[in-house]
């Protein structure tokens, strides 16, 4: 057989080879029992072959014929849908040159200046392939209307390969302006749910007298009906110091722009005896029902009076938004609530294996003092105890080498010590925080489910969410304030020893710079009960002392300063020290000395990380300043720290924040 049909045999059909096969075996069959058949088979094997070549041959031309047939049809129908397109499309190069309009893009863009967005599109389009990206989908906006622009690029072929590349592409233009309009409608007619509460309701109702009373309430629930209607809300009063206010989302933009005035014009109503009416505003939109909208302002509602309060917080978008918060906050006077919590955390340590006591990160007197207070009303409750420590500044390396050599050195426990003791049935208490990045080992927090929180700080984003037990007022002086008040009131006796009494003392006195900042009724009373232990004040005093070296850097800093905006002072500590969040906090604390100073921020280095502590006499509020850079604190005292950053990086950030703060406060 030649090799032209040995070829033309590899094209037949699977199918056919087979049948061929079978007829070559039949015929070498049928010529072995009779070997004058071998010529007639051959010739008519061969007019088998032959004839399955004609017929595979013909077929293949129907079919080439058929399908040339179908993709010029299909040409013809892509061209005609391409010409007669019902979105405006127009074909141009990347440099902007255009090649083709369809008659709607003509007809969509008639009465508009359409080369001005073509070239404009043309070199984001250009810098778009540039950077390796073959498709165009985004939205332009094209005389008030919002399209979705859609495209591919097709290679230009060229008879000079040597040249770059070059692209056409063609571009759909989709009007979505009415379904961005419907979304925003639908976006704008969400609801979005309030609390309201009067921040001092109590104290202002006791005080008033009682033909007074109806007058004041009457001013308050008109101001606020007047605030609400204006955004075309419902307000309903849920308690007598609580309302809910239920919107419409297309508002809350203009709330926060105008910084929620309602915060002010509160204020402007002023009961005989001169305290003024302050209010805690919680809004949110998360959520798929409004209950879960509901129940998302009640978590906000805790953070902002966990705050302190006359402020309002908006929860969107995943995120806390602060606004006003420019007052100190109220003292509560009864003490009613630190009973309750006493109580409470009794029964939880009796019915715990263990008690950790856990503060914040480089640990000071505050820390310390609260922690030795709890670890007495665990003892006293005869529970096993103890207190992790596994950082500590240069104030307060001495006071520990005092706590170990009275016979704590088995009760202050490092990070691997407590993950390894540690138990499910732990009662984990937290005390002089409530940020959960800023505990001394945040390992622990996922050990048990027993979490307590104690803590005066104002309330931040980053707090501990599943705390089955919180006392968290911001009002308090100290950690140690409230830890003595717990020690004060639980229904078993607890006898301090005079060193724990004694760090309570010195914790309130150092949040207080010697009982000048932050007191009030309740701070003196706590330190009172804290006297009848018989404190060494000298040895309280001796702890906080500095030594030479210290004092000569912190002298340094202060001779350094810088006077921003009149009365801000900045100074920085540029030195790498692990302590250097310490001597700054003196050096702020040092420049409100100073006249004219009415707030100080001393920046320095901790290593990775650049610290800021800031100080205020109380008419700048500190804390709104640095909680823009991550921080937190009190109106008087807070602190941040920054990563990533040289100092110079941080100052000038710091100054931004500063200038915003002024700014946003028109001050």
Not at 321 to 346: M, P, W
Request: aromatic share 8%; proline share 1%.
């Amino acid at each position: 057989m030649s090799n032209y049909n040995i070829k033309a045999l590899e094209k037949v059909e699977s199918k056919t080879k087979i049948y061929l096969i079978i007829i070559a075996l039949l015929l070498i069959i049928l010529c072995a029992t009779n070997i004058l058949l071998i010529i007639p088979a051959g010739i008519f094997y061969a007019g088998v072959i032959v004839y399955t070549i004609w017929v595979y041959n013909k077929r293949k031309g129907e079919l080439s014929s058929y399908i040339n047939e179908l993709t010029f049809s299909v040409d013809s129908a892509a061209k005609n849908t391409l010409i007669n397109s019902p979105f405006p499309l127009i074909i141009l190069e990347t440099d902007g040159n255009v090649i083709w309009r369809s008659s709607s893009f003509n007809k969509e863009f008639a009465n508009v200046g359409i080369n001005a967005y073509i070239d404009e599109l043309a070199k984001e389009i250009k810098l778009e392939l540039q950077n390796g990206i073959l498709k165009v989908d985004k939205e332009v906006n094209i005389d008030n209307k919002i399209y979705h622009v859609i495209g591919d690029f097709v290679k230009v072929r060229k008879k000079d390969r040597k040249k770059d590349t070059k692209y056409m592409i063609t571009l759909y233009f989709i009007d979505n302006t009415e379904q961005i309009e419907l979304m925003n409608k639908y976006n704008n007619a969400i609801t979005c749910m309030g609390i309201i509460m009067i921040d001092n309701y109590e104290e202002i109702i006791q005080r008033l007298s009682e033909e007074r009373k109806p007058q004041v309430l009457a001013e308050i629930e008109k101001k606020l009906h007047e605030w609400a209607s204006s955004s075309g809300g419902v307000i309903i009063k849920k308690e007598r110091d609580t309302y809910v206010y239920v919107f419409e989302q297309q508002y809350l933009t203009e709330m926060e722009n105008n910084k929620f005035t309602i915060l002010d014009e509160i204020k402007e109503i002023e009961p005989e005896e001169g305290m003024p009416i302050t209010l805690t505003i919680a809004i949110s939109n998360e959520g798929d029902s409004n209950y879960e909208k509901y129940e998302s302002a009640l978590v906000a509602m805790d953070i902002a009076l966990g705050r302190g309060g006359d402020q309002a917080v908006v929860r969107k978008d995943g995120k806390y938004n602060f606004f006003g918060g420019k007052t100190q906050e109220v003292e509560k006077r009864t003490k009613v609530k630190a009973r309750v919590i006493s109580h409470a955390l009794e029964e939880l340590i009796g019915k715990a294996d263990k008690v950790m006591v856990m503060g914040h990160l480089n640990g000071d007197i505050d820390s310390i003092g609260s922690s030795l207070g709890i670890y007495r009303l665990a003892k006293t409750l005869e529970k096993e105890a103890y207190i992790v420590n596994n950082t500590y500044g240069l104030s307060l390396e001495n006071f520990i080498n005092t706590l170990k050599q009275e016979g704590y050195n088995d009760v202050i426990l490092e990070k691997n010590q407590a993950i390894n003791l540690i138990t499910p049935n732990t009662v984990l208490i937290i005390v002089d925080t409530h940020k959960r990045s800023y505990v001394e080992v945040p390992e622990l927090l996922e050990k048990t489910e027993k979490i307590v929180v104690i803590d005066h700080h104002r309330k931040s984003e980053d707090f501990i969410e599943n705390a089955i037990l919180t006392f968290h007022e911001a009002y308090a002086s100290s950690a140690s304030e409230l830890v003595t008040e717990i020690v004060e009131y639980a229904s078993k006796e607890v006898t301090l020893e005079q060193i724990e009494a004694e760090s309570l003392y010195a914790g309130i006195m150092m949040d207080t710079k010697n009982f000048t900042f932050k007191t009030g009724v309740r701070t003196f009373e706590a330190a009172a009960y804290l006297r009848k232990y018989g404190i060494d004040i000298i040895k309280v005093k001796k702890w906080f002392q500095s030594d030479l070296e210290s004092y000569t850097v912190i002298a340094d800093i202060v001779k350094n300063v810088e006077i921003i905006n009149d009365t801000i002072g900045i100074s920085v500590y540029d030195e790498k020290d692990k302590n250097a969040n310490l001597i700054c906090a003196k050096a702020a604390d040092e420049l409100l000395t100073i006249s004219d100073i009415t707030a100080s921020f001393v920046l320095g280095h901790m290593g990775e990380k650049i610290c800021i502590s800031g100080r205020s006499i109380g008419d700048i509020n500190v804390q709104v300043i640095l909680e823009k850079l991550g921080g937190g604190g009190h109106i008087t005292l807070a602190g941040a720290q920054l990563e990533g950053l040289t100092m110079e990086e941080a100052k000038t950030e710091l100054i931004i924040r500063i200038n915003e703060y002024f700014t946003e406060n028109n001050v």
